[in-house]
């Protein structure tokens, strides 16, 4: 898992900032509308979370399940021997480990991420919204808190707000990536919300029913935003304009797909890149 040669820290953050602009182009242009100070303690976040990420859904769906499991696991354990360490080898892991140094981030955000992780290889499905509210703990709203430091809140009031944030984010993918998680053999939407309405997912149809349960989605999606909503208000100038813009960005993609009638089978709900560009170009000229 390490580097084959020595890695420096700058050459770490490229990578971690490249992992982002190649995989998370919503949440990378927001980043923009950050300080250049600050950015790239965001990128390494993502970093970690997409390398964790890749081992779980990337390594090969032939890769029988202990296999991931234990490499995820030793993905864990270098990363906290590392930390513990203060430094790491590994391409990715050595601006983790100088982020969550510098911020004093709690390490038990990153249990909880990788606990969630370990779910994805052996939870197909989530009976109710609080059961996926256990598993998004760790996958959404603990990015939130990890973000934290980062971002400099007034308050401490602020931390149920960007876990809210997170899960807004993580509620928005879901809906859009469907087919995507179909493929995985996975259904994040609650499995009491599918038989309430009477919708299948696996018809690959946007059926009235379909239709009917994507707009409860949406509309509990649209809460969580509201709550977020309160967490920014928060935040100081600097960090302010980077999170709206991910806010602004990622709820385009909740209109979209309410503008196409919740069918997110026939063609996936994008935002252009040049609204990208214009929404984080306002955000930023007005910090």
Do not use: Y
């Given at each position: 898992m390490?580097?084959?040669?020595?890695?420096t820290l700058e050459q770490s953050y490229a990578r971690c900032r490249e992992l982002n602009r190649r995989y998370g182009t919503t949440y990378y242009w927001s980043t923009k509308a950050l300080p250049r100070v600050k950015r790239h303690h965001v990128w390494a976040l993502y970093g970690f979370c997409r390398y964790a990420?890749?081992?779980?859904?990337?390594?090969?769906?032939?890769?029988?399940?202990?296999?991931?499991?234990?490499?995820?696991?030793?993905?864990?354990d270098q990363f906290f021997a590392d930390l513990e360490a203060g430094d790491s080898?590994?391409?990715?892991?050595?601006?983790?480990?100088?982020?969550?140094?510098?911020?004093?981030?709690?390490p038990d955000c990153f249990r909880r991420f990788l606990r969630s992780m370990t779910m994805d290889l052996t939870v197909a499905s989530y009976e109710t919204w609080d059961d996926l509210l256990a598993y998004m703990d760790g996958s959404a709203a603990v990015i939130g808190e990890m973000m934290l430091p980062i971002l400099e809140p007034a308050s401490p009031a602020?931390?149920?707000?960007?876990?809210?944030?997170?899960?807004?984010?993580?509620?928005?993918?879901?809906?859009?990536?469907?087919?995507?998680?179909?493929?995985r053999g996975r259904v994040y939407?609650?499995?009491?919300?599918?038989?309430?309405?009477?919708?299948?997912?696996?018809?690959?149809?946007?059926?009235?029913?379909?239709?009917?349960?994507?707009?409860?989605?949406i509309e509990r999606c649209r809460e969580l935003y509201h709550s977020a909503?309160?967490?920014?208000?928060?935040?100081?100038?600097?960090?302010?304009?980077?999170?709206?813009?991910?806010?602004v960005l990622y709820a385009g993609i909740l209109d979209r797909i309410e503008a196409a009638g919740g069918d997110v089978f026939s063609r996936r709900a994008r935002v252009p890149t040049w609204r990208k560009a214009l929404t984080v170009g306002r955000l930023a000229v007005r910090r």
């Open positions: 390490s580097a084959a040669r020595p890695v990420d890749d081992i779980v859904d990337d390594l090969g769906s032939s890769a029988p399940t202990e296999v991931r499991a234990k490499a995820l696991a030793a993905f864990g080898a590994d391409g990715v892991l050595k601006a983790v480990v100088h982020t969550v140094r510098a911020f004093a981030i709690d602020a931390r149920p707000h960007a876990q809210d944030l997170g899960n807004a984010f993580q509620l928005t993918n879901f809906l859009r990536d469907v087919g995507e998680d179909l493929d939407l609650p499995q009491e919300d599918l038989r309430r309405f009477g919708a299948d997912p696996w018809l690959r149809r946007a059926t009235p029913q379909w239709q009917a349960v994507m707009a409860f989605e909503d309160v967490g920014l208000a928060m935040l100081p100038a600097s960090s302010l304009p980077g999170i709206r813009a991910a806010r």
